[in-house]
């Protein structure tokens, strides 16, 4: 069975950095790419970024270009958001998820979600 | 970046009736759009890819169609756990991106 446990969620101030975790478990994970994808309360799904299967191509949307950094450990079966410079609109449940393929086309399996508040 | 469009934001369907979501591209993604369920508290779920094909888990009720700029979600009969948020993201492109979601309530 596939999951993802996010972690890492916390409340910090604007400007602020946080660094995400998720830890995969049920399936081969160096055999596929992963993203974030984050959901402000109430709210839509927004794609923040996603990495390929090793990690040489890594991919933002605008918004998070030049702030946030993602990455992962295959020996740890786990990917990583570092967020810089958080800003109040980062507010979100940050969710990790693991793509169709080696790269990245649609999310098959979504973990929970970790809460993150840039608050003052 | 591609818009994508869902319509109506909300519908009301009673148990057993059904339901028709609409999707729209701002521009061709050919099929390469997927369908998402999510329950309240609950992370999204792969519902459909391909524009058609059904994910694991998903009764043959829920069928999707289309392409290019146009797509549709049925659900031919509704039952209680299919009440939820549908969300549509496309991935034809770079950044993906996904309409901003129909809410399915109970009539």
């Known amino acids: 069975e596939v999951q993802l446990v996010e972690s890492g969620g916390n409340v910090v101030r604007p400007g602020g950095s946080l660094r995400l975790s998720c830890a995969a478990s049920g399936f081969t994970f160096d055999d596929f790419g992963m993203s974030w994808v984050r959901q402000a309360p109430g709210k839509g799904l927004e794609w923040v970024s996603t990495?390929?299967?090793?990690?040489?191509?890594?991919t933002y949307a605008d918004s998070m270009k030049g702030r946030f950094t993602i990455s992962r450990d295959n020996a740890k079966n786990s990917l990583y958001l570092q967020m810089n410079s958080l800003r109040a609109e980062d507010t979100a449940f940050y969710h990790c998820?693991?793509?169709?393929?080696?790269?990245?086309?649609?999310?098959?399996?979504w973990g929970q979600g970790t809460l993150v508040t840039v608050s003052s | 970046e591609i818009v994508m469009t869902q319509s109506p934001a909300t519908l009301s369907v009673s148990p057993g009736e059904r339901a028709t979501l609409s999707c729209r591209a701002s521009?061709?993604?050919?099929?390469?759009l997927a369908w998402y369920q999510q329950k309240p508290g609950q992370a999204p779920r792969l519902l459909i890819y391909g524009a058609s094909t059904r994910a694991t888990g998903f009764p043959a009720r829920f069928s999707g169609s289309g392409s290019g700029t146009e797509f549709t979600l049925t659900i031919s009969s509704l039952q209680s756990e299919d009440f939820a948020v549908y969300y549509c993201?496309?991935?034809?492109?770079?950044?993906?991106?996904f309409g901003q979601g129909t809410k399915v309530e109970i009539k």
């Open positions: 993201q496309q991935y034809n492109n770079w950044p993906r991106t």
């Open positions: 998820a693991k793509c169709s393929s080696t790269s990245c086309y649609y999310f098959r399996y």
């Open positions: 521009q061709s993604v050919s099929s390469d």
């Open positions: 990495i390929n299967w090793n990690g040489d191509i890594t």
